[in-house]
């Protein structure tokens, strides 16, 4: 008995409907070629729903001002256009000793214009936390906030009404060649793929090279009740987070501030514990990480994680709060091999392998991932669209840079081609 299949053509396939899956959809799409995104799921259910909402541009070092200005204007026009919650609240980062004030006075010093300093009445004026104890905080101007568990399915519909993009959802994709995906009964034709499967996954439909230089972590999240119903439109973090994100681990004085808290706080570095609070619209808070490494993936979670993360919360709101939900997410990183496209900073949170000719595999593996989505996904295909030293398109593929007709108006009158179905080869 025969069964039949579908073919279509598209100038792009994008394996993975999370939002970096999403993001190279639209960078694709801003150079005019159509686009089909092959989803797993029904809806985006990974990282994309699981992270803190939190867009951390001014952890970004100085020298990367301009890609922090480049994603924010990326994602503040996104956001604007599906029509998604967002709110430029800024970060405040508490100080409870000078070493901690003077790792972030170097940080003030390193991004002028993007980072203040605030004074512990300061703090009092912006965000309704205790003061008692604290020396001062860094204030990180322009960061954005979004709701985690609506801003994929928000970007998503707004793709899905440009006639040059279809999204298959409940479809994944089973097997990747140069120029051809399988997914079930689909035969996708398209002259270039980019696999975001996240870091959930287990089997991606393409061999890597690399794979082996990818640590995972199990990360830690809650969702709470403020202490008193109150607001807080800043993130708030500790100085946890100088330790943990790298554009703030390499200014004068981040190094012993390290050795003196690994000392100070053996117990949240073994658990990882690195409170970032942003409040969700309708008023509640998500917390985290707290991340600990694994090897194997496991369905567990660490209760004591949970506890030192919800503990280390609550002493920096000066409340107890009510845990509403926890979850647990997969964390990849980096250990020494970079990834491709884009400047360092770009590099240091993505992992970027070319496994087969015109097909990409992109994995976030760092804690500004999400922030700097849209830079690397027009990296990724820009480098795809990119001319070979002898004249031919990269690896060989015929994409060209279509853009001639403003986003949003329909650029290919027929932008997806399905040929005929064919009769599936008898097994
Ligand atoms: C707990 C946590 C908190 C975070 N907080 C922040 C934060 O506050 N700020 C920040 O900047 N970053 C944050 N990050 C990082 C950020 O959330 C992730 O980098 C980002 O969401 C990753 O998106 P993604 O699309 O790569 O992965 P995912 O969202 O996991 O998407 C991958 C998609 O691929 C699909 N897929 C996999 N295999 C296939 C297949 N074979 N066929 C079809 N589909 C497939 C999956 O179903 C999934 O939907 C956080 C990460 C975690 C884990």
Known sequence: MHSTYRTIEADVCVVGGGLLGLAHAHA???????????ERDSRPLGGSIRHGGHLFFSALPGEASQLAAQAR?????????????????GTVIVARSDD??????????????????LSPAQVA?????PTRGLAGALHGLGDLRVDPRTVAAA??????????VRIEWRTPAQIVEPGLVLAGELRLRARAVVVCPGAETREIPVALGGEGTLRRQRVHMLRVAPPGHRRYRPALATSLTLLEQPGFAGLPGAEALRARIELEHEQLIEHGVAPVITQLPGGE???GPSSVPETVPSPFGNERSGQRLLAAA???????CDVRERWLAAGLSAAAERGSGGSRASSDNFHVSAPLPGVRVVRAVGPLALALC?????????????PAPDGSSADGFALRDQRRVPLGVRAHPQAFRALRARPAPPA
């Open 374 to 386: 849209h830079v690397q996904a027009a990296a990724t295909i820009a480098e795809l669209l990119a």
């Open 73 to 89: 204007a990326s994602w503040s026009e996104l956001l604007a256009r599906a029509g998604a919650f967002s709110d430029d609240c």
């Open 314 to 320: 609550q002493a920096l709101l000066g409340g107890p």
């Open 155 to 164: 970007i998503a519909r707004l793709l899905a009404r440009d006639p040059a």
């Open 28 to 38: 694709a799409r801003g150079r005019g070629l159509s686009v089909v995104v092959l």
């Open 125 to 129: 004026k912006l965000v309704p936390i």
């Open 100 to 117: 901690e004030l003077a790792v972030m006075a170097a940080a003030v010093r390193d991004r002028p214009g993007s980072a203040r300093m």
């Open 285 to 287: 808070l998500i917390v």
